[in-house]
């Protein structure tokens, strides 16, 4: 076989948008631009989401980049952001924000109406295993000590929060409740800096940790699985799971893990600042910097 065909088959077995990429057959283009975007979601409407922390609100975009509406503004009161860092709009429910000055998640419905605030490590009178969130209806303000980075929802309503003061993943039952801590502990399975986190249905957890440049898998109980058999991983800063594919974006490249084969795939991007994070929408591909959003679609 020719080095041309051997080149042409590699691009298919990436798959399509890469292809397109690789050819130069479509660039990427930008659709919305933030001060300091920190994530990106996507629901199953198709509707984007962003966190912008430089301006402490979420934006909802569709996938031309037209803004269809504006989550909240500085400040601590329900409904407001304090570095929004993170989001999870994956099961077209509700709306989860990781607040991450304000030391809480908060939670909103589908139509972006505020519901309620969780806060993140030790809470204003809330016990290990007690319920405390606050519904925001007399606009009190609710404020945890912890740092939330990162949050996740399971199918059964379990709430999933890394919280960087302490280095660790906090696990919340359908009620609420602070249920376990996990990668505390030391050896295999303990985080350093965990920084990322990702559901697979009711199977598994990935967790993405900066410091040892990998992803680890637990149980939804919290059980250490194995680190996901991937190369290194600097300055790893995203993690999703697609078509039950694991998708991993570092600063400037895409790494696509299958766990039925336990291979990766890796894609370099080439953009002009570093990728903050990427969503898949039907055919095309979403990627965020800090400052834009873009698309890159498959023809």
Known sequence: MTLVRWGILLLLLMGPWMAVYAQNESKPTVLARFQEAAA????????????????????ILDAEGTVHATLGQSGTRAGEFDDPVDLDATNGQTLLVADAGNGRIQRFSSEWQYLEALPVGSTFGGEWGQRAFDDGRDGSTVQGQGRP?????????ETFVIDG???VVVKFDAQRRAERIIGSGMGGGGLQEPVALALDGARRLYVADAEQEAVLAYDLFGTFIEQVATPSLPGVRAVS???????????????????????TTEHSISLEAPLVDVARQ?????????????RLPHR
């Open 149 to 157: 980075l990162a949050v996740a929802s399971s199918d059964g309503d």
């Open 282 to 294: 039907g055919e095309d591909l979403f990627l965020l910097t800090s400052k834009e959003m873009s």
């Open 40 to 59: 990106l979601d996507v629901d199953p409407r198709g509707r984007l989401y962003v966190a912008d922390a430089g301006r402490d609100v979420v934006q």
């Open 165 to 167: 003061r302490d280095g």
């Open 241 to 263: 799971v697609h078509r039950e594919r694991l998708w991993i974006v570092c600063p400037d490249r895409v790494m696509i893990w299958d766990p039925e084969t336990e291979s």
